[in-house]
């Protein structure tokens, strides 16, 4: 592995100097009394903060892409106030397969019984703008953030006519829209914005009111690179909460880092480590059969489905992701001469779903039996590195 390879930190973002500890040290303020003992509440808030800053760097990733034509997304600019970034070819390709690997599920169910009412709800959801890109009537959608994020989106929806008609044009009452006094809060019978600690869902007895949550509609639960960052026994019980919570058929997609134990993953979990960048399951789900076997003990028991990003670009003559010309149309947009350390990077990230069904709906089993995911020889090494 090359030098600049190993400085490569995921596919999210490549972070300039201004980034990390030493930039949010800069935001903090005066220096912190020498007196002062450091906590695990203070450990908390720390690494909660840094956790926060990753939506930045998304949204920064997402717009290089959307820039480039890797991506169509109108919506993306209005999430990023400073010059448009122009990230490495290797983090733009990687954003594009991680939207479009999502994207395909997600539009599978919704496409299943086009006309029935559904939900997703949104863990971590931050700046992202999938509800933006798929808003309809009859999708009820619901995002999960800390209440600084939230209340950051909220203020850019306020101030772009672009998103606010997009999301007043989804109701078919647009007086039904809400906000919260304190502007961390949007309520509506389509888009719900919801500030909430996700380690808040650890237990029923704690689970935060959800206000147009429809616990009987088939939902799809969504989770980017945000489960990774909280510890494996929190995530556990917070699947469980989800599955007492939604009675009907429910489903989830995880992207997720995966294979630590190679050389390759030591250096990038040593790397986003540097950055105070904490992933807390990766080693517990650090393969795909892994991820899937977690998922299935979560009580998504009628499928699992995992591919890692490279998978996914590549693909298999009998489960293509990519048509050949759209592969073709990708590679045309930016010289890409690093294809190994591509390869080794899409490797190291996952896209996992899983799912229940109810006796009288299969929705999912239908909207996702042609998309493959199950166990492949490639997978071998990923035990054998244990071994």
Known sequence: MSGQASQIPNLNSLRGQRGGLRGL????????????????????????????????????????????????????????????????????????????????????????????????????????????????????????????????????????????????????????????????????????????????????????????????????????????????????????????????PSSIILYEPVRPYDSFGKTMVQNLGSRGIELRTVKKYYSLAAQRLRLKQAGFDAGQGARSIEDIYYGHAEEAWLADLERQRVERLEWLDEIEEWKLLGRHYCITWAWKDSPEQDIFSRAWKDIRGGYTNAEVGDEELLS
């Open 25 to 248: 040290a800069r935001r903090r303020g005066p220096p912190a009394d020498p007196d002062h003992v450091v906590t695990q509440q203070d450990s908390e808030a720390k690494r909660d903060a840094v956790i926060q800053q990753t939506d930045n760097d998304a949204s920064q990733s997402r717009m290089s892409a959307v820039a480039l034509n890797y991506l169509d997304d109108q919506f993306a600019r209005s999430f990023v106030t400073q010059p448009i970034p122009r990230k490495y070819p290797i983090i733009n390709r990687g954003t594009y397969v991680r939207t479009t690997g999502i994207d395909r599920l997600v539009d599978a169910f919704l496409a299943t019984d086009l006309s029935e009412r559904k939900q997703i709800v949104s863990l971590g959801a931050g700046s992202d703008t999938r509800f933006l890109r798929r808003a309809r009537p009859n999708l009820v959608y619901h995002e999960l953030d800390f209440a600084s994020n939230t209340a950051t989106k909220i203020a850019i929806i306020q101030q772009s006519s672009l998103l606010k008609d997009t999301i007043t044009q989804s109701l078919t009452e647009p007086s039904s829209l809400e906000i919260n006094a304190e502007k961390t809060a949007l309520y509506s019978p389509t888009l719900n914005i919801h500030p909430i600690d996700l380690r808040e869902l650890v237990a029923p007895s704690t689970l935060p009111t959800l206000p147009n949550l429809d616990p009987k509609l088939p939902t799809l639960v969504l989770s980017e690179c945000c489960l990774c960052y909280i510890a494996p026994e929190s995530t556990a019980k917070i699947l469980s909460t989800l599955q007492t919570l939604l009675q009907g």
